[in-house]
């Protein structure tokens, strides 16, 4: 990910060993991280059993917020793809109970319906 990307507010697919061992506090003993987006410090998680927003706050980044989204929580999803002008796609989220979705930017380089096609995988269990 380059530094414009994190300026921008993209986000990259990162290696999902590496997330294991930052998060092995938080997971589940049978949990299994399967796939994992940075967004310059805060992470977008998916597991075999929820979806976990990290948001590391201060300018240290010492105190971090853990959103915990079982999947059923979940009811509807949108993504928009990266135009010629447009240079990211967006993934909608909405949880039940909640008028706003929760929005994250991708960088055009990454592929959004992967990342559509792993949310739908568990939401439509």
């Given at each position: 990910?380059?530094?414009?990307?994190?300026?921008?507010?993209?986000?990259s697919?990162?290696?999902?060993?590496?997330?294991?061992?930052?998060?092995?506090?938080?997971?589940?003993?049978?949990?299994?991280?399967?796939?994992?987006?940075?967004?310059?410090?805060?992470?977008?998680?998916?597991?075999?059993?929820?979806?976990?927003?990290?948001?590391?706050?201060?300018?240290?980044?010492?105190?971090v917020?853990?959103?915990?989204?079982?999947?059923?929580?979940?009811?509807?999803?949108?993504?928009?793809?990266?135009?010629?002008?447009?240079?990211?796609?967006?993934?909608?989220?909405w949880?039940?109970?909640?008028?706003?979705?929760i929005?994250?930017?991708?960088?055009?380089?990454?592929?959004?319906?992967k990342?559509?096609?792993?949310?739908?995988?568990?939401?439509?269990?």
């Open positions: 990910m380059s530094i414009f990307d994190g300026i921008m507010g993209n986000v697919e990162i290696e999902v060993s590496k997330v294991e061992k930052e998060m092995k506090d938080l997971l589940a003993l049978t949990e299994k991280v399967e796939h994992a987006y940075k967004l310059i410090r805060d992470l977008l998680i998916f597991t075999d059993k929820r979806l976990i927003l990290v948001d590391k706050q201060g300018v240290t980044g010492k105190k917020e853990y959103h915990s989204i079982p999947y059923k929580s979940i009811v509807h999803f949108s993504i928009e793809t990266a135009g010629t002008f447009d240079l990211e796609a967006e993934l909608n989220i949880l039940s109970g909640s008028s706003v979705p929005q994250k930017k991708f960088n055009k380089s990454l592929n959004v319906y990342v559509q096609s792993v949310l739908a995988e568990y939401v439509l269990k």
